[in-house]
């Protein structure tokens, strides 16, 4: 419990520190300030690999880690698209419905008639071919968005 807390108020103090590029954020780039040797950031390094908390500071922004402008479940995105492929289909030629509604809701799209518009005006990008899987539908989608 102890580190745990411990945890939690480096994490707070995070905000202020800038992650070293040659070692990442994490941990081990907060508790190991001066990173100049190399022997320091091989150990900041290791710590922030061995303690597996730079999954928590990307997706809370702490430990030195930016926080991702559009944080997106790419598992929600993945099943709603495997789920809804036809649906997605039918809409994005359209540009319009309800299940290109739900997927600009998941991908927290503002605009969503530019959203649509820019989809439908890329639909021969997005369906690229009779054997598109879900997965390659989630990836055009995210390139022509991007």
């Known amino acids: 419990m102890k580190k745990l807390g411990l945890a939690v108020a480096l994490a707070s ?14 941990l081990g780039s907060m508790i190991i ?14 710590t922030n690999g061995t303690s597996g908390n730079q999954t928590f500071g990307i997706t809370s922004g702490t430990l030195g880690c ?3 402008a559009n944080l997106v479940s790419n598992e929600q995105m993945n ?33 969503k008639a530019a959203f649509a518009s820019k989809l439908q005006a890329n639909f021969s990008n ?3 071919s009779e054997e598109l899987t879900s997965a390659a539908l989630v990836d055009n989608i995210i390139a022509v968005v991007g």
């Open 126 to 128: 997005l369906f690229s």
């Open 79 to 111: 099943q709603f698209v495997a789920n809804n492929i036809d649906s997605l289909a039918v809409d994005i030629a359209a540009g319009q419905g309800e299940a290109l509604d739900t997927l600009a809701v998941i991908m927290n799209v503002e605009d």
């Open 13 to 26: 103090l995070s905000s202020v520190a800038i992650a070293n590029p040659n070692t990442g954020c994490g």
């Open 33 to 46: 300030e001066d990173q100049s040797s190399v022997l320091m950031q091989v150990l900041a390094v290791t």
């Open 66 to 68: 930016a926080k991702p």
